[in-house]
């Protein structure tokens, strides 16, 4: 559902708003007003979208606590309006505790702990009641792991993954895709209107949220893939391959994805965003839902190893749109550098 940007905040008897620091006295009977701010939430993942996206609820009025393990990004938290800490243990009593992770591995490690650094989890050492809203794109086994664990100590858990890049999470024009058990998807929407334009919940099962964003992305590398190889015969032809994106965006392929990506391919534009290695892990998730649906993707294969391609030359800090230089460079076309501004 798109949800209205508004001040979500209870109103006083004097009609004007609450602070977020406000708080009902205790044995006060629960109003059926909008849902106070959370005491606490917990933030980990503080990279580039992350760190947006932390920013943007600090400036929304949430108390958030980020974890970051490094402890020299302290004055740099500090500065974007986050509590920082070195310790997870710290986030262990928020209300919502969100994870911006890049794999699996990093979210398995955050939520079951790792024995052998005597470090708990964030399952084992949450309250009861309290929610991990995962962002992160993670494989479908990984959600229902996940869940699983939350549930059996009395947690919650919702996967909302995002369609953005840095850019439109610093903007709050993330697309928010939401699966979890219906009361904790509520207790977290007034978060989903701080950091996105619009979100779409897609039931209970936090799997189908994360299979969704993985197919979505992979619609999206065929589509820089394709967009690379048109432009290099464009430009092998002797087109003006600018000429030829705005006729194509202007007339049958006017989605947004065409739209943005097209230009940058035109433009040699590869400064980072979405970096290779995070693009081909998800490659590999969407390959294995594949193969287990016994559906093959024959396109996201091709792209697979454009990107092993592109990592192996060198590009491994650049963005998606790097296919297009990838194509480019297998077209035998001059100007390989890439740009990294």
Known sequence: METAKIDKRAKKPDGSRADPGDRQAPGATPSRGPRPFPDKIGFIGIGHMGSAMAANLAAGGYRINAYSRPPDRTEELVALGLTPTTEIASLFDSDIVISMLPDDAAVHDVVFGRQDL???????????????????????????ALAAEHERHGQGYVAAPVFGNPDAAKARQLFI????????????????????????????????????????????????EMLGEAVAVALKRGLDPKSFVDIMTSTMFGGRAH??????????????????????????????????????????????????????????????????????????LEGGAAARS
Request: glycine share 10%; proline share 3%.
């Open 177 to 224: 895709v939401v699966a979890g058990a219906a009361s904790d998807v509520e207790r977290c929407q007034p978060l989903f209107d701080v950091l996105g334009q619009k979100t779409f919940a897609v039931g209970t099962a936090p799997a189908h949220a994360n299979l969704i964003k993985l197919l979505g992305n992979m619609m999206t590398a065929t589509t820089l």
């Open 118 to 144: 005597g470090v708990a989890g964030l399952a084992s050492g949450l309250k009861r009641g309290a929610i991990h809203l995962c962002m992160s794109t993670i494989s479908t086994s990984m959600a229902s």
């Open 259 to 332: 739209k943005i990506y097209g230009d940058k391919i035109v433009a040699k534009s590869y400064a980072a965003g979405f970096v290779l290695p995070l693009v081909l892990k998800d490659t590999r998730l969407a390959l294995a839902e594949a193969e287990a649906a016994g559906a093959p993707m024959p396109s996201v294969n091709v792209v697979h190893d454009r990107l092993i391609t592109g990592i192996a030359r060198g590009y491994g800090d650049l963005d998606w749109t790097a296919l297009g230089l990838i194509a480019a460079q297998e077209a035998g």
